[in-house]
């Protein structure tokens, strides 16, 4: 498990890291919410603290651009020293997933984040699959080329997904065909189609895999 805590008050970014590191748990620190959206850019995470009072760009904000612009996914919990409604209201609205008011024990701050995971369905199965320098999100359809971040189509998405769940392994087109269709049809033509913009794409920009057709079988990612 990965963390991204963002507070711009170093003794709060400390005490919290160190119990999570403590629990085990990865941590990333950012003390701007900009610094925070540069991480973000080309670092998977399975959830983000979000302090809301912060200096230039506020944690609503960032928040905000997480969702629309970034179009990441990843619980969010918030903190702040305002406990008014309309303050969670707009945390809520911009894209927030729960709350959390300060002081608070660490321990409740642990039982919020492990209840917004399990809620999400992050951290029962893998927030993304890597092989050689790609890595692509489980929740969402996007791709790392290195620290390069890319939007996917549904369907390069959903072709995309079975050859970096089963790398090296050989996919038959009905296989592959069944996962991004799903309905009867010859689908033959467009498989052929998208894998040919999926190899495209992974070598423009600079992928160490690549797709490599086996005749007669199918398709498989080395």
Known sequence: MKFLIVD???DIQLTISSYLEFKGIEVDSAYTADEALHLLESNLFDLIIMD??????????A?????????????????????????KTQAFEAGGDDYLVKP????????????????????????????????????????????????????????????????????????????????????????????YSLRKLLKQEGSLAVIENRPGTGYVLL
């Open 52 to 61: 809301i009072m912060m200096p230039r760009l506020s944690g609503i904000e």
């Open 63 to 87: 928040t905000r651009r997480i969702r629309q612009q970034l179009k990441i996914q990843t619980p969010i919990l918030f903190l702040t020293a305002r406990d008014a409604l309309g303050d």
């Open 104 to 195: 608070f024990e660490l321990e409740e701050l642990m039982l919020r984040a492990q209840a917004l995971i399990k809620r999400c369905g992050v951290g029962n199965h893998q927030s993304y699959w890597e092989y050689k320098n790609l890595k692509l999100s489980a929740s969402q359809p996007v791709l790392w080329v290195g620290s390069r971040q890319i939007t996917l189509s549904k369907t390069l998405y959903s072709l995309l997904k079975p050859l970096m769940q089963q790398p090296e392994q050989i996919h038959s087109q009905q296989q592959l065909i069944d996962k991004v269709w799903h309905q009867e049809g010859d689908y033959r033509e467009s498989l052929r189609s998208h894998i």
């Open 8 to 10: 711009d008050n170093f």
